[in-house]
């Protein structure tokens, strides 16, 4: 009968604790960061296992961040101003309407 009792008693502590640690937004730094990464770890215990749509959603955006974009990179392109001057545009509508026709593109 006295496990029992223990059994019970530390139970109901836990649970005192768990629901402290999930209600009450502590403002002391150290308990601050304990109670952040309990609810972390807590989420994330429950969670063990399950195959939803917000899992998915996270691996997407990670291996989304990793491959680079397919786009080509912006063509470049040199022209000489009227006083014989070199100029670089990053396009070709940064290039003025004049020295459009003599523009060349830079090669990659």
Do not use: C
Request: glycine share 4%; aromatic share 12%; proline share 6%.
């Amino acid at each position: 009968m006295r496990f029992i009792l223990w059994v019970v008693l530390t139970l109901a502590l836990v649970l005192i604790a768990d629901q402290l640690m999930l209600k009450r937004n502590f403002t002391t730094p150290g308990l601050t960061q304990v109670q952040v990464f309990y609810r972390d770890f807590r989420a994330r215990l429950l969670t063990l296992g399950r195959t939803d749509s917000y899992h998915d959603r996270i691996g997407q955006t990670i291996e989304a961040e990793l491959t680079p974009p397919a786009a080509d990179p912006p063509s470049r392109y040199l022209y000489v101003d009227a006083a014989g001057v070199l100029h670089f545009a990053d396009s070709f509508d940064d290039v003025p309407l004049a020295y459009r026709e003599g523009a060349q593109r830079l090669a990659d």
